[in-house]
């Protein structure tokens, strides 16, 4: 513990002008008490208080003191606080990077109910590509990454967040535009613009595997990280593009989004380094296992 007593004793003296009734107060005996402020005097090597055997007075240099020294008690007990909240994950910072498709699903939400639950925390969120989201998590600059399961889990840890299905975008004149659902079958022969499968595995998984399920082949003809991309470039008529349902509310134009029959179910998960330290993570993870 700091030994804070001597400021304790001062302030007890200075704030009843009795040695007396500050001894009571704080539950010692006289002598300790006269021994602790001529400590102190000698170690400042002034004179804090005038004495005789009826008065006890502040000197000029104990009534700075006494300001000081509450100031100083005050700001203490503030370090004590916010240490004990730092360390339950109720005081500090979380940095939380995201896929930006993920800003029309997951990330909202659950940001306005940790925000709620911890709002002496500041959250810090970042939009990343996926790449730069796994490099951030794995080098420590974020604290959690939230999108599709990365290619390698090897020291991270993760939590399933949100499930949703795909569904199929089309440029607004592509013959689909105006159905309402498909089968997978009606694309075939259709060319597909999806991210690389080392940048989102599951989803290209997720995508392929439909295609196979059915008897047909992907034809992959351009491919591209981001899922706002995707949608942009079918929108210029590059092609068709399979993408989680909550894309649609991009609201972008010259695209029609046309559900899936018995679409595939694509997962968004958050992930961290198995050894991030920083407390106010678990306070995080709370917030997706408690949505």
Known sequence: MIDI?????FLAVAETLHFGRAAERLNVTQPPLSRQIAALEQSLGVALLERDSRHVRLTAAGQRFQEDARGVMSALQQACHA????GAGELGELQVGFMMHAAHSSVPPLARRFIAAHPQVQLRLREALPMALLDGVRSGALDAGIGFAPASLRGLELLPLQEEPLCVVVPADHRLARRRSVDITALAGESLITAPADVVPTLREAIEASFHAAG?????????????????????????????????R???PGVSFVRLKDAPRVQQVVFWKAD????????????????
């Open 276 to 291: 991030n330290r920083n407390p106010v993570l678990a306070r995080f993870l709370a917030c997706v296992v408690d949505r």
């Open 83 to 86: 240490a004990r909240q730092v």
């Open 250 to 252: 991009m609201g972008m």
């Open 5 to 9: 007593r001597p400021l304790r004793y």
């Open 216 to 248: 047909l082949q992907a034809d992959v003809r351009l491919e591209v990280q981001l899922q706002q991309s995707i949608v942009s470039l079918v929108g210029e008529g590059l092609g068709i593009a399979l993408v989680p349902a909550s894309l649609q």
